[in-house]
């Protein structure tokens, strides 16, 4: 079978700033959100050629803590994001309009961790205009840090989850709480199935000792918060959990739920990527070859065949879900891939554009990396 992203490549780097970026998604086809450590976001509007590398266009304000998770209502109306300030915020991210504002880019990375003989110098700042927005209205559920997000398919039911155990069900359009219940550990990430009636939970405690399994991979049924399944029990014996669940996805035809392994604030085991049965939480299938020191994000690819990992390693991975092959790797290395040290930055979050073609990933170098998923010249 011919590898349908064969062609893929970089397309463009989204400079930045010195801090993390922890979250990406696109709105539509041709924007791309991304937020940071410091609580900033950045809406960029991609060309349709890959000629010039645009510059930030909007800048969302609100946030006073990192934003962990970013996701878009259906039709792209709506932005969200979660933070560790404890609030859930909504953005109009249709609106173009603003106050403005200037944003200043490339101010004085250096990157670290690179066997290298020279550190190649930063580029020079660059100030840049972009019109500023704040939040059309906030969840405020939440009385710690925030991990967990996920919006059902119809756009109706916002799920989140944070690190005092509670997973928390509200209604997307007004902000009202639904339901809550609490979990055993602190939510890592989390998703609710497509028809919106079970929502999967990945759950660990921060201080995991040698022998510990304070983890947990739960589904639970969203009318009632009464728990479905336990999929833990299944890894204990190999351990595998204690490296850290970092990402749960269904796919959008209910077929697949996704899950990866490789704590983004620790070093680990091989970043492993499961598939699990989506009513049960029975393992499927572990593809193979994992991402090296752990994987940190996953996105199903429209067309329904395919996910999209990547890791600690600096590696998108793309899988075939048939049957669990690999079919491409794009590699984002700096320098020697080969030689590079324990601290080399980290790809956070990966996106996919609503129509499969192109792809994002979040970078701790403080930049965004936009690839292409086909020869833009057919």
Not at 33 to 58: F, H, M, V, Y
Not at 125 to 147: M, Y
Not at 356 to 362: I, P, S, W
Request: glycine residues 10%.
């Amino acid at each position: 079978m011919a590898n349908p992203f064969s062609d893929a490549k970089i397309l463009y780097t989204l400079p930045w700033n010195s801090d993390v970026v922890f979250a990406v998604a696109f709105i539509g086809n041709d924007k791309v959100a991304a937020a940071n450590r410091r609580g900033d976001i950045l809406i960029w509007n991609l060309p349709a050629t890959g000629d010039k590398t645009p510059d930030p266009a909007q800048r969302l304000i609100g946030h006073t803590g990192p934003v962990n998770r970013l996701l878009v209502s259906p039709g792209g109306k709506t932005l969200i994001s979660a933070s560790n300030d404890r609030t859930v915020k909504f953005w109009d991210a249709l609106k173009s309009e603003g106050n403005p504002g200037t944003i200043v880019m490339n101010d004085g990375y250096v990157r670290a961790g690179v066997s290298v003989a020279k550190l190649p110098d930063p580029p020079p700042p660059i100030t840049v205009k972009v019109v500023e927005q704040k939040p059309i209205r906030e969840f405020t559920g939440h009385k710690e840090w925030i991990w967990g997000l996920a919006l059902s398919r119809d756009g109706k039911t916002l799920v989140s989850g944070d690190e005092a155990k509670q997973v928390i069900l509200s209604d997307a359009q007004t902000g009202a709480e639904q339901r809550r219940w609490k979990v055993k550990h602190w939510v890592r990430a989390l998703d609710i199935s497509p028809d919106g009636k079970l929502v999967v939970t990945a759950e660990q405690f921060p201080f995991i000792r040698d022998g510990d399994t304070d983890v947990g991979l739960h589904g639970w049924d969203a009318q009632t918060g009464e728990m479905k399944f336990d999929a833990t029990k299944q890894f204990e014996a190999s351990k595998v959990l204690n490296v850290g669940p970092t990402s749960f996805r269904f796919s959008d035809n209910g077929k697949y739920l996704a899950f990866c392994l490789g704590h983004i604030d620790r070093d680990g085991p091989a970043g492993k990527v499961f598939l699990l049965n989506p009513t049960t939480g029975e393992k499927v299938r572990e593809l193979t070859p994992s991402h090296v020191r752990g994987a940190t994000d996953l996105a199903f690819h429209p067309d329904g065949k395919h996910l999209f990992t990547c890791g600690r390693d600096r590696v998108v991975k793309a899988w075939q879900l048939s049957d669990g092959a690999q079919v491409h790797e794009i590699s984002l290395a700096i320098g020697d891939k080969k030689k590079q040290g324990p601290f080399t930055p980290t790809l956070h979050a990966i996106s996919i554009s609503p129509d499969g073609k192109l792809l994002a990933v979040a970078d701790s170098s403080g930049q965004v990396v936009v690839c292409t998923l086909e020869d833009r010249k057919k």
